[in-house]
């Protein structure tokens, strides 16, 4: 489909909370050797699924800390 305006003019929506811990956390897994083995095409399935666990099990703080910067992305 085209666009009427380019995708750079679109405007961006602000990142929310898990976004960010996602963009930050993303490189980190797939640097660890475990994580070498998976296919390229379930890599995404199986980030999103540790993530999504990890994003669960943080302290309510931590999460705090993640939200402010979303803020800050508004």
Same mark, same amino acid.
């Given at each position: 489909?085209?666009?009427?305006? =380019?995708?750079?003019?679109?405007?961006?929506? =602000?990142?929310?909370?898990?976004?960010?811990?996602?963009?930050?956390?993303? =490189?980190?897994?797939?640097?660890?050797?475990?994580?070498?083995?998976? =296919?390229?095409?379930?890599?995404?399935?199986?980030?999103?699924?540790?993530?999504?666990?990890?994003?669960?099990?943080?302290?309510?703080?931590?999460?705090?800390?993640?939200?402010?910067?979303?803020?800050?992305?508004?």
């Amino acid at each position: 489909q085209s666009h009427s305006m =380019p995708m750079q003019a679109l405007p961006r929506k =602000p990142r929310s909370a898990y976004m960010i811990f996602c963009n930050k956390r993303r =490189p980190e897994l797939a640097a660890m050797p475990e994580y070498s083995e998976v =296919p390229a095409k379930e890599k995404m399935a199986t980030f999103s699924r540790v993530m999504s666990r990890e994003w669960r099990a943080l302290s309510d703080e931590v999460k705090r800390e993640y939200n402010a910067q979303a803020q800050l992305d508004k």
